[in-house]
């Protein structure tokens, strides 16, 4: 199954990839800044980002760490992502490495950080990619920031969350909520040192549009929403007009971490 899945994931990645580069929404925000400010990068850090995507957060970090390995499922989204970083010039710092998050091809103890934002929802076996996390990672420096949508705790809301997104997108295998994240990372063999939500607006046309969705699958999911409870609708503030969806607002949890020492 795992297989079968993650081939279709590289399809559909490497199909959608220039889209994903050229979003602004995954360039820029709050969660990078803060990122930054916990994981305290230096000029001695070796940073591995994880499923990199159009190499946004590998960019991010560039100038702040001694050098950043990118790495990503498919390789058409690494290439992508590779023209992406040379068009802003003078990064010499960046090499980019075709990888599973769930079985990195890297030595124990290679990096001294570790970043993976807004993916693990894609990945079919989340604990065991934090056991490889937390493998690559050195001892005693080891820390990671993962960043990634945040399932909400009420039921109801998060199925209608977990509905949407997998008609959206046939990549998607689930989000977890904030509990769920901290019970996961810390029998990876991390502690959970602090965790932060941001708010995050998307506009409803391009969000349903870039994995590629047809258009009678993006009237679909425009239905989806227009017929939300109002509940759901507050929730994720649902902001219609004429029948249409313009946007709505979900959160996205950043969780920092470091590696526990062996006692």
């Known amino acids: 199954m795992a297989r079968n899945f993650k081939d279709k994931v590289r399809e559909q990645f490497g199909r959608t990839a220039d889209g994903y580069v050229r979003n602004r929404g995954f360039a820029q925000g709050d969660d990078l800044v803060e990122a930054a400010r916990l994981l305290k990068p230096s000029p001695e850090d070796v940073l591995l980002?994880?499923?990199?995507?159009?190499?946004?957060?590998?960019?991010?970090?560039?100038?702040l760490v001694r050098s950043v390995v990118a790495s990503d499922l498919t390789m058409q989204m690494?290439?992508?992502?590779?023209?992406?970083i040379s068009e802003e010039g003078g990064v010499e710092n960046v090499t980019f490495r075709?990888?599973?998050?769930?079985?990195?091809?890297?030595?124990?103890?290679?990096?001294?950080?570790?970043?993976?934002?807004?993916?693990?929802?894609?990945?079919?076996d989340v604990p065991r990619a934090l056991r490889e996390f937390h493998r690559v990672l050195r001892r005693k420096e080891g820390r990671m920031v993962i960043i990634d949508t945040l399932l909400p705790d009420e039921e109801k809301i998060a199925q209608f969350y977990q509905e949407a997104e997998q008609m959206r997108d046939p990549t998607h295998v689930r989000a977890y909520t904030k509990a769920q994240w901290t019970t996961m990372i810390e029998d990876a063999g991390f502690d959970v040192q602090q965790t932060k939500?941001?708010?995050?607006?998307?506009?409803?046309?391009?969000?349903?549009r870039r994995?590629?969705?047809?258009?009678?699958?993006?009237?679909?999911?425009?239905?989806?929403?227009?017929?939300?409870?109002?509940?759901?609708?507050?929730?994720?503030?649902?902001?219609?007009?004429?029948?249409?969806?313009?946007?709505?607002?979900?959160?996205?949890l950043l969780v920092y971490a470091t590696r526990r020492d062996v006692k």
């Open 98 to 124: 075709e990888a599973d998050a769930e079985d990195l091809p890297f030595p124990s103890g290679s990096f001294t950080m570790l970043t993976c934002r807004i993916a693990p929802h894609h990945f079919p």
């Open 211 to 252: 994995t590629g969705l047809n258009r009678e699958g993006v009237q679909r999911l425009n239905r989806f929403f227009i017929e939300a409870t109002p509940d759901i609708a507050d929730y994720f503030q649902i902001e219609t007009f004429a029948g249409e969806v313009e946007s709505y607002t979900d959160r996205k």
């Open 49 to 63: 980002d994880v499923a990199c995507g159009g190499g946004h957060t590998a960019l991010y970090f560039s100038p």
């Open 197 to 208: 939500t941001f708010p995050k607006t998307h506009e409803f046309q391009e969000w349903a």
């Open 78 to 84: 690494l290439k992508k992502a590779q023209e992406f």
